[in-house]
């Protein structure tokens, strides 16, 4: 049966865009690998009623709400292929199964391309972090570490500054003196040099070491990752992409529409800065004009 819209991806834009069309009475079927971008860490902040509740209970409950709808059918698997055009798209699953759907809801997320530097990886989502607005009340104060990743991740060390006091660790990426002025009044202390590596240091803390000199203990680190919003979909449907100081993502207009007619997007795989609240703002959008496109 073909469906009125297909959704690829099951996390908050997604589940937020299911839940409109759903109410509208429409057939959809959401797409989830169950591979939701903030797996990594253990609970969720900032999200209006659910602050400090694991994002994976928030995901389980949304999942439950939604079966209770009839028009809903979820798929697990990945979505490996997509072609067609508007009322007419298929996708293609891992599984080899095919779906057919009017609309199509890209909601898969982007993946966070992290520094090449040891130890960073194992400890994502714990001690090494992305926002301080997820994360940085828990912190506490204290020590804390911000390794340059991008050019603008001076902006990110001023603005953690909030939250603790801050060491910047250059990274060996040079900065302008409007830069400097700005740490400066921030009060954000400079380690210039290239990270080598970081470690765990006494009493849950972190140790960053910059090539031959003693480790540095912050408590927690922050670092700018670099999106990549490219998979197999994206690249199939051959949606205009926008490049951005933080990565690259999907180009959307200000109802959530790609360059591809009856192809939409939301969330972290169409918006450079990203949280649950913003992606649920943006998969509730996205589904509102997938339901004004189907009628008019």
């Not at 970081?198 to 009493?203: E, N």
Request: with cysteine.
């Amino acid at each position: 049966m073909k469906q009125d819209a297909i959704i690829i991806g099951g996390s908050f834009a997604g589940l937020a865009g299911a839940m409109m069309l759903a109410r509208a009475r429409r057939p959809i079927t959401v797409i989830d690998a169950g591979l939701p971008r903030n797996r990594f860490a253990g609970h969720s902040h900032g999200f209006l009623g659910h602050d400090g509740r694991p994002g994976s209970d928030i995901l389980a409950d949304a999942r439950a709400q939604l079966l209770a709808y009839p028009t809903v059918t979820f798929v697990e698997g990945t979505a490996v292929h997509a072609g067609g055009g508007i009322d007419d798209f298929s996708v293609e699953l891992d599984t080899g199964a095919v779906l057919e759907g009017r609309r199509l809801l890209i909601a898969s997320g982007v993946r966070d391309n992290l520094p090449d530097i040891p130890g960073i990886a194992e400890r994502w989502g714990k001690t090494v972090l992305h926002c301080p607005y997820c994360h940085g009340f828990e912190i506490g104060g204290g020590a804390i570490g911000v390794i340059a990743g991008s050019p603008l991740s001076y902006h990110q060390a001023a603005l953690v500054a909030d939250w603790g006091y801050v060491t910047f660790f250059t990274n060996d990426m040079p900065l302008e003196q409007e830069a400097l002025d700005l740490l400066t009044r921030r009060n954000v202390r400079l380690a210039p040099g290239k990270v080598a590596a970081i470690s765990d240091a006494g009493g849950g803390g972190l140790s960053v070491e910059v090539e031959n000199k003693p480790g540095t203990t912050v408590k927690a680190i922050f670092v700018a990752t670099k999106l990549d919003v490219h998979n197999p979909i994206v690249d199939a449907l051959q949606c205009r992409l926008e490049e951005t100081p933080m990565g690259t993502i999907i180009d959307t207009d200000a109802m959530k529409a790609t360059s591809v007619a009856g192809v939409f997007a939301a969330g972290d795989a169409a918006r450079a800065v990203g949280n649950i609240t913003f992606a649920a703002a943006d998969g509730s959008m996205a589904a509102l004009a997938i339901h004004r496109s189907l009628i008019f």
